[in-house]
């Protein structure tokens, strides 16, 4: 079984919702091996205040730790002002082994 987990914060001024991180998994050491899974997870709250953070989980029964050599974190959310969401751009990790 491989997983990751870990904190989504909302660094953004204003409230953010429909949170989501989406977890690409690769073959080799760096984004040029085979993509092994791509899945959006979510994390426990779909809206964050400024400075929240909210846990996220995935995990995968079919994979083992040696078959992946690297991964990358996205988090995407929609920015809450005034009553009106307006999508934000996806924020990248790239963690190392």
């Known amino acids: 079984?491989?997983?990751i987990s870990g904190q989504m914060r909302n660094d953004e001024p204003v409230a953010i919702d429909n949170t989501s991180v989406v977890v690409t998994l690769y073959?080799?050491?760096d984004e040029s091996g085979i993509v092994r899974r791509c899945r959006n997870?979510?994390?426990s709250a779909h809206?964050?205040?400024p400075?929240?953070?909210?846990a996220f989980?995935?995990?995968d029964d079919a994979l083992n730790f040696g078959d992946v050599g690297s991964y990358r974190l996205q988090a995407q959310a929609r920015r809450l002002e005034s009553?009106?969401?307006s999508d934000l751009p996806g924020r990248s990790q790239r963690p190392g082994r």
Do not use: I
């Open 47 to 49: 809206t964050l205040a």
């Open 57 to 59: 989980k995935f995990t």
């Open 41 to 43: 997870v979510s994390p």
């Open 83 to 85: 009553g009106v969401a």
């Open 27 to 29: 073959s080799g050491p």
């Open 1 to 3: 079984m491989y997983e």
């Open 51 to 54: 400075g929240q953070s909210s």
